[in-house]
Nanobody
């Protein structure tokens, strides 16, 4: 069974950093284009960053220069490094295999002083 599980969320002060991890089980992560999304209360889920199988990355303007998506094939994991966090980054963060219906359960990120 193919599954995604995110981790690494938590409470961080404004200006701080977090690194989210998303482990894929049941398949090889290098076969897939991957995306990181987030959903804040009362808002739609939005795509933040994506990475093709060939390593091409794209970011939404609101996180460009602050967030970085990467992949470790040996660990079957995709990461989201988040720097210079702002209160408006508070949300549940999800990883997703693009063009499929497979999502992880999400991890909460709260940016607050």
């Amino acid at each position: 069974q193919v599954q995604l599980v995110e981790s690494g969320g938590g409470l961080v002060q404004p200006g701080g950093s977090l690194r989210l991890s998303c482990v894929l089980s049941g398949s090889n992560i290098w076969n897939y284009a991957m995306g990181w999304y987030r959903q804040a209360p009362g808002k739609q889920r939005e795509l933040l960053a994506s990475r093709t199988t060939f390593g091409i990355t794209n970011y939404v303007d609101s996180v460009k220069g602050r967030f970085t998506i990467s992949r470790d094939d040996a660990k079957n994991t995709v990461y989201l490094q988040m720097n210079s966090l702002k209160p408006e980054d508070t949300a549940v963060y999800y990883c997703h295999i693009e063009s499929t219906t497979l999502w992880g359960p999400g991890t909460q990120v709260t940016v607050s002083s």
